[in-house]
């Protein structure tokens, strides 16, 4: 069984900054991408995902200010958010893809107070 152990959330005032980090139980090379998704109201969002091989794509709300990176020695993936906004507050979940199966963590809060 998969696991995925999110951190790093927490409350911080508009403009600054946090970074997320989620370590996987195996190795990460196993998964075709490893993302960061927000929880909306009846909806989850992607924020930003990286690919096996290193791509990258982003939600149009986190452009230039969140950046996604991978430590594929530490089984670890960040999320660098910087420049934060009140409408980033919400629960980050760590998700891992691999083929038709995605994986979950347990989310991590972040606050965001304006």
């Known amino acids: 069984q998969v696991q995925l152990v999110e951190s790093g959330g927490g409350l911080v005032q508009a403009g600054g900054s946090l970074r997320l980090s989620c370590a996987a139980s195996e190795s990460i090379f196993d998964f075709n991408f490893m993302g960061w998704y927000r929880q909306a109201p009846g909806q989850r969002d992607l924020v930003a995902r990286i690919s096996v091989g290193g791509s990258t794509n982003y939600a149009d709300s986190a452009k230039g200010r969140f950046t996604i990176s991978r430590d594929n020695a530490q089984n670890t993936v960040y999320l660098q958010m910087n420049g934060l906004k009140s409408e980033d507050t919400g629960v980050y979940y760590c998700?891992?893809?691999?083929?038709?199966?995605?994986?979950w963590g347990q989310g991590t809060l972040v606050t965001v107070s304006s």
């Open positions: 998700n891992a893809n691999r083929l038709s199966r995605n994986y």
